[in-house]
C-alpha cells in the first residue's frame, strides 16, 4: 500500500513538472513567431498567418481534388464496312439480254484460254522434234541454233501459261458479275457444252 502512494507522488511530480515545460515551449514558439512577422513587416513583406480553419480548408480542397475522376469522353463505335452492293443492269435490259450479254464475255474469255492452250500444245510438239534435231546435230553451230530455238519456245510456253491463269481469273470475275445481275449458272454451263460441240470435228 504505501509503494502505490510512492508511484502516485511520482507520478504527480513528472506531471507537474511537464506542464511548465509546455507552457514554455508553447510561449517560446509565440514569441518567434511575433520576432519573424515584426522582421518581416520592416523589410516591407506581407506576412500571411495560417490559422487552424486555413489549413482545415485547404486540406478539404486536396481531398476534392485528389477525388474527382476524369472525365474522358467515349470513343465513337467502329462502323461496320458495308457490304458491296451488286451491279445493277443497264437501264431497259431485259433478264435474256443481260444473260446474253454475260455468256458472249464468258464464251470469248473461254475461246482465247483454248487458243492458248493449243498453241502450247503446238510448241510442245515443235520442242520434242528439236530435242531430236539437237541429238542428230552434225555441226557445233547447228547445235547451237537449235539449242536457241528450244530455250526461246520455252519462254514462249512460260508466257502463255501466265497469260492462260490470268485469263481464268478474269473467267471467273465474269461468273460472279453475272450471278449478282441473276443470271442462272445454268447459263454457263450450257455455253460451255455449245463450246465442246464447235470445237469437235465434223463428220462427213
Known sequence: MRTLRIVGF???LALAGALPAAGQSLAEAARKEKERQQAAQKQGRTVKTYTSEDLAKKKAEAGATAGAAPTTAPSAPTAAPTPAAPAAPAAGETPEQIEK?????YKAIKMEIQQKRERIQALQNELNQL???LMGAWSPGQSQAIRDTIAARQEEIKKLEA???AKEAE?????????????????FRKADRELEAARAPQKP
Request: hydrophobic share 35%; glycine share 10%.
Open 10 to 12: 511520482l507520478t504527480a
Open 101 to 105: 450479254k454475260w455468256v458472249e464475255k
Open 131 to 133: 530435242t531430236t534435231g
Open 163 to 165: 497469260e492462260i491463269r
Open 171 to 187: 473467267l471467273d470475275k465474269v461468273v460472279r458479275d453475272a450471278r449478282r445481275e441473276g443470271v442462272p449458272p445454268g447459263a
